[in-house]
């Protein structure tokens, strides 16, 4: 027989870790330039409702909200209960413009079609939900 003899390995860092910059460094410089352009467009007294617009279209095209919620996350402790606050109330909107659009729908006639769509909206947010738990539940490396 042969003696095993156990060896104590060093633990090794995956080979794919990737540093703060690398990983967030193209999310920090949107930002600053985002932050610029305002500030900018400010000084040159462009109207504040235009520049909003241009915020937004520019954040949703380039991700820029969803690497700001991932920046925030990094946060300890506080981090995920502020993406939370923010988002749970996105779930609230969308239910409550759905009952708005379905008072003014019904009052035209278009039942069958509020009925169809109210369902189709529920269906969207118990996927966004379940798409939620689910990511939490099993994260991706």
Known sequence: MTDFK??????QPPE????FF???GKSLLLWIGIIAAV????????????????????ALFTK???????LIVLVPV???????????PLFWIINGLGYFVSIIA????????????RTLTIAVLIG???????????PIR
């Open 6 to 11: 156990p060896t104590i390995e060093k633990a």
């Open 16 to 19: 794919d870790t990737k540093t």
């Open 22 to 24: 690398k990983q967030y």
């Open 39 to 58: 500030i900018f467009l400010l000084y040159l007294r462009v109207d504040e409702k235009i520049i909003a617009i241009f915020v937004v279209i520019l």
């Open 64 to 70: 820029a909200f969803a690497a700001l919620g991932a």
């Open 78 to 88: 506080v981090g995920p209960l502020i993406v939370k606050v923010f988002s749970i």
């Open 106 to 117: 019904i009052k035209k006639g278009y039942t069958k079609e509020v009925v169809h769509s």
């Open 128 to 138: 966004i939900l379940l798409g939620y738990v689910i990511g939490n539940l099993l």
